[in-house]
């Protein structure tokens, strides 16, 4: 390896080591954690008032919030719903808006929950995410903008996508039995 290969080499590792922490850029939200945003609106927005990151650290257990604000990512296999088989629903664990059914929840042998359509495309966003070498497509909730996961063009028919998420961003509502079966 030359010299100039070299720090070429050392100048990325330390590029992804700053990026890797997600702590590079500080902005007035997380400096005083009383800063409240007001998001796009659509006619439910209007009754949904954000949390401050101070509420959030009070509601929220350290994972939830280390993934939902932080983008971190929780361990495969060892989280609450990679292998939930109930049905029900799953919603935003900040906001509680409904992201995914377990209609569309399938597994993917990733060891996070992996969804091939979100329940409506306006509960989510996206954007590029480089944190990594290559850039992937990050999912957040489009209502509070809490980190969801990821999603991939490797996901079953009929969607090709697959929406792997993290469990911590998560609430997961059991459906309730009709009681009038007969």
């Given at each position: ?34 800063s409240q945003t007001e998001l796009a609106s659509q006619d439910d927005e209007k009754e949904y008032v954000p949390k401050t990151k101070r509420q959030l650290r009070q509601i929220l257990t350290p994972i939830q919030y280390s993934v939902t604000q932080n983008e971190d ?110």
């Amino acid at each position: 390896m030359s010299v100039y290969q070299f720090r070429i080499f050392s100048l990325s590792l330390v590029a992804f080591a700053l990026v890797g922490t997600g702590n590079w850029i500080v902005t007035a939200d997380e400096k005083d954690g009383d800063s409240q945003t007001e998001l796009a609106s659509q006619d439910d927005e209007k009754e949904y008032v954000p949390k401050t990151k101070r509420q959030l650290r009070q509601i929220l257990t350290p994972i939830q919030y280390s993934v939902t604000q932080n983008e971190d990512t929780e361990p495969a296999f060892k989280n609450r719903y990679w292998n939930n088989k109930k049905e029900g629903t799953y919603k935003c664990i900040v906001c509680e808006r409904d992201l995914f059914s377990s209609k569309t929840k399938y597994k993917s042998g990733t060891g996070w929950p992996s969804f091939y359509a979100p329940i409506t495309n306006k509960n989510i966003g996206t954007r590029k995410d480089f944190r990594l070498f290559y850039s992937r497509i990050e999912v957040h909730c489009a209502r509070c903008d809490a980190h969801l996961g990821h999603v991939f063009d490797d996901g079953p028919k009929p969607t090709g996508k697959r929406y792997c998420m993290n469990s911590a961003s998560l609430k997961f509502v059991e459906k309730k039995e009709d009681s009038e079966k007969d």
